[in-house]
């Protein structure tokens, strides 16, 4: 099984910082990763698909990017509605998989 | 405004059974696989199973292999759970999920999620 491992699992930022999560996979993969941000209390939110596809109505300052067994999601300029946690995602063969989720938190 | 919500989760014992239904609105269901993913207190999501629009292609993780059925009523345009030998660690908040155009695809579409507790 495909494993996905994110790092950091926890980021602290500022307000107006350029933050980038890393998405590695135990092997490689397709170009079909996802990324999610999950608020407290609430499902999760597509915001990337297809490694570097921005979903309808996710602001532009989210950008995916990476191929084989590395994948990134950056986040420019962070806006305080930003401050969540993220999960990669993939589903390879078949099988989904996520990451284990990295906890973006103020600074 | 398309969307999903998920009903039937509650406290169950250890070995019990719980059947969870996802009632979708707005788009036309049977084109789309659908998942379901659970998300356990405090800790990441886990992918459950898929169904394909016809209700034929089928799977679930090894975790819940034997033990959960996945099925679908198109023309009710419903998504259901089945989960029978309930342990401890099945609860979760549980999440029906649309993928967004084919099963190799992200979900772009979830409900708001039904807690599950499993108690021992």
């Known amino acids: 099984d495909i494993q996905l491992t994110q790092s950091p699992s926890f980021l602290s930022a500022s307000v107006g910082d350029r933050v980038t999560i890393t998405c590695r996979a135990s092997?490689?993969?397709?170009?079909?990763l996802a990324w999610y941000q999950q608020k407290p209390g609430r499902a999760p939110k597509l915001l990337i698909y297809?490694?570097?596809t921005l979903q309808s109505g996710v602001p532009s300052r989210f950008s995916g990017s990476g191929s084989g067994t590395e994948f990134t999601l950056t986040v420019n300029s962070l806006q305080p509605e930003d401050f969540a946690t993220y999960y990669c995602?993939?589903?390879?063969?078949?099988?989904?998989?996520f990451g284990q989720g990295t906890k973006l938190e103020i600074k | 405004q398309v969307h999903l919500v998920e009903s039937g989760g509650g406290l169950v014992k250890r070995g019990g059974s719980l059947r969870l239904s996802c009632a979708a609105s707005?788009?036309?269901?049977?084109?789309?696989?659908m998942s379901w993913i659970r998300q356990a207190p405090g800790k990441g999501l886990e992918w459950v199973s898929y169904?394909?629009?016809?209700?034929?292609?089928?799977d679930y993780a090894k975790s819940v292999k034997g033990r959960f059925t996945i099925s679908r009523d198109n023309p009710k345009n419903s998504l259901y759970l089945q989960m029978t030998s309930l342990r401890v660690e099945d609860t979760a908040v549980y999440y029906c999920?649309?993928?967004?155009?084919?099963?190799?695809?992200?979900?772009?579409?979830w409900g708001q999620g039904t807690m599950v507790t499993v108690s021992s």
């Open positions: 999920a649309r993928a967004r155009a084919g099963v190799s695809d992200a979900f772009d579409l």
């Open positions: 707005r788009f036309t269901f049977s084109n789309y696989y």
């Open positions: 169904i394909g629009g016809s209700g034929t292609t089928i």
């Open positions: 092997q490689a993969i397709s170009s079909s």
């Open positions: 297809t490694t570097s």
């Open positions: 995602q993939q589903p390879h063969s078949f099988q989904y998989a």
